[in-house]
């Protein structure tokens, strides 16, 4: 009978989901080089995907990932902490903080993973999180497990943000400050000078999210790198599965600090390493985006373009949202553009605010010239008939 009402349960919620644009589904996707996609025995040109560089596919990335899974098997068969770190984490680690310019790196099992595990060693019930109204879902996640007091700050509004701090810093033991570097959804670039001279005012520590800036900008060195000179962000997490084509996150930061993430971080302690192919891929990806500047260019270079072509604000990052409003039809200019050949997915609440339901395209190394040329002019077509 109680499993009546649990199946009941979900399909009531479904199809509410459904009556309102929202109901998601698993699209089964071969991924294939060169920004390609197989969909229902189709091939499309994919502009959705966040392996901004093509790495995921890259011949010596996948001959590292190789030659690590024979050499140390498929699994990491424990935590970190017990018996699974792997010598290839010194080695990612290094790469990591050199890359970063910080002291050391601890990498964690995802992006999420480092978020949810690296905000509740640093905030507990005494202290305060701000953060930006924007912020990521795991950024979010990462505070309530804080169980701190969290205010949000308008998007981007640091006058807002100085003054929430001139207000409540005082009642608070520590104060951490959360921004996306860059943010997913809307590919703006976090003002990370401007927020790190307000927190050195106020005796808080900032944090700042690179999950889309590592690799595609600043000569790949990410959202630290302002007009040239690194902001001294003492806390830079990131991912390792979007421009750096793998899977895994990272926070990069002192010694103390990644010591003290050994010691405490639930999400690192609790839980398996990752597999050593995704180690070693990992490692050789961040080695192509050291010296292969031509590629860690592209994708930003291509955003530029069909930005130009369709009329909209210079980008500052490989992703360009193109806001719709509602989800339905937001829904049906994607299918109209995979009709064309061309997957681009339609982002709707709750992962982005109501009523700004879009299109996220992202751009890659993988694409050519002529792939944006044929998009840019798929979507004009697209738009132009809604
Ligand atoms: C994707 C993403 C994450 C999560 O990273 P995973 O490694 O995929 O778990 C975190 N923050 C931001 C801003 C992201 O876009």
């Not at 010296?291 to 270079?301: I, K």
Request: hydrophobic share 40%.
């Amino acid at each position: 009978m109680s499993e009546e009402f649990l199946r009941a349960f979900a399909r009531e919620k479904l199809a509410a989901l459904e009556g309102e644009s929202l109901l998601r589904t698993l699209a089964d996707t071969q991924r294939l080089a060169a920004g390609r996609v197989r969909r229902d025995a189709r091939e499309l040109l994919s502009f959705c995907c966040n392996d901004y560089l093509g790495l995921s596919h890259h011949p010596d990335v996948i001959e590292a990932s190789r030659l690590a899974t024979q050499e140390h098997g498929a699994g990491a068969g424990g935590s970190r902490l017990v018996s699974g770190n792997n010598p290839l984490y010194a080695r990612l680690e290094e790469t990591l903080a050199r890359i970063k310019g910080t002291e050391d790196a601890v990498v964690f099992g995802s992006g999420y993973l480092a978020n949810i595990g690296v905000i509740p060693v640093l905030a507990g019930r005494k202290d305060l999180i701000l953060m930006d109204e924007l912020c990521h879902a795991c950024l979010f996640a990462g505070a309530t497990l804080a169980r701190s007091r969290i205010i949000h700050f308008g998007h981007k509004d640091t006058s807002e943000l100085a003054s929430l701090l001139e207000r409540h810093r005082d009642e608070y033991r520590h104060c951490l400050v959360l921004t996306d570097g860059v943010f997913s959804m809307d590919g703006d670039r976090a003002p990370v000078a401007e927020l790190f001279e307000i927190c050195e005012r106020h005796d808080a520590w900032l944090l700042t999210d690179d999950a889309h800036g590592l690799g595609v900008i600043e000569d790949g060195r990410g959202s630290s790198i302002v007009g040239g000179h690194a902001v001294p962000v003492p806390l830079q997490m990131g991912t390792l599965s979007k421009a750096v084509g793998a899977y895994g996150g990272y926070l990069c930061t002192s010694h103390d600090v990644a010591d003290l993430m050994r010691n405490r971080a639930r999400s690192l302690q609790y839980t398996t390493g990752l597999p050593p192919g995704t180690l070693a891929a990992a490692t050789k990806a961040l080695e192509v985006i050291e010296t292969d500047h031509q590629r860690v260019n592209t994708p930003l270079a291509h955003a530029r373009r069909f930005a130009q072509v369709i009329g909209l604000p210079r980008p500052e990052s490989p992703i360009v949202p193109i806001l719709v409003g509602d989800a339905a039809p937001t829904l049906k200019a994607s299918q109209r553009l995979e009709q064309r050949g061309f997957l681009v997915v339609a982002i709707r609440p709750p992962t982005v605010p109501e009523g700004t339901a879009r299109l996220r395209c992202t751009f890659s190394a993988s694409h050519t010239k002529e792939d944006v040329e044929r998009f840019s002019a798929a979507v004009t077509e697209v738009l132009e008939a809604a």
